[in-house]
């Protein structure tokens, strides 16, 4: 399979982490809408109850600190890119808590590495967050140095 084959395969919604994800909320009771236009960045799933948008992000896509996933070739290419990615994730941040949403961003190392949550665990800290005050917060992978709680 070549390069071009491979890229093509990857997806930006409906991806096996956001699945995953999804099927936990609506386990423990969460009721959600996905990917709404009308927010920046529209977001993975938006929890309009909550006034809560939930964000799955590949740790390679998005530039996950720590997790060691960066490109090893065409750096000339991928490294602007993986950048832009970066700073449009931070953008959509600011203007969605300009517009006082709360956000929960969980790293794809979190629910997909060796070290990821058990789905109960996942359940758990996703109910703990929405019923919280917590203005931002961060799943990651144990692996993972970047992980914890954001100012909000």
């Known amino acids: 399979m070549t390069r071009?084959?491979?890229m093509s395969k990857v997806r930006s919604k409906d991806t096996k982490p956001e699945v995953l994800v999804r099927s936990?909320?609506?386990?423990?009771?969460?009721?959600?809408?996905?990917?709404r236009r009308d927010l920046p960045g529209t977001p993975d799933i938006v929890l309009p109850k909550y006034r809560a948008v939930v964000e799955v992000r590949g740790c390679?896509?998005?530039?996950?600190?720590?997790?060691?996933?960066?490109?090893?070739?065409?750096l000339e290419f991928w490294e602007p890119k993986l950048k832009r990615n970066r700073a449009r994730d931070i953008e959509n941040e600011r203007l969605l808590k300009d517009l006082e949403w709360r956000i929960l961003v969980i790293w794809e190392c979190a629910i997909s590495s060796?070290?990821?949550?058990?789905?109960?665990?996942?359940?758990?800290?996703?109910s703990q967050w929405l019923q919280s005050d917590l203005a931002a917060h961060e799943l990651g992978g144990d692996?993972?140095?970047?992980?914890?709680?954001r100012g909000g």
């Open 24 to 35: 936990t909320l609506h386990a423990a009771g969460f009721r959600f809408r996905l990917h």
């Open 4 to 6: 071009s084959e491979t």
């Open 143 to 149: 692996d993972c140095r970047a992980v914890g709680s």
């Open 60 to 74: 390679f896509w998005h530039g996950h600190p720590g997790c060691g996933r960066a490109p090893k070739s065409n």
């Open 114 to 126: 060796p070290k990821r949550l058990s789905p109960q665990d996942l359940s758990r800290k996703m």
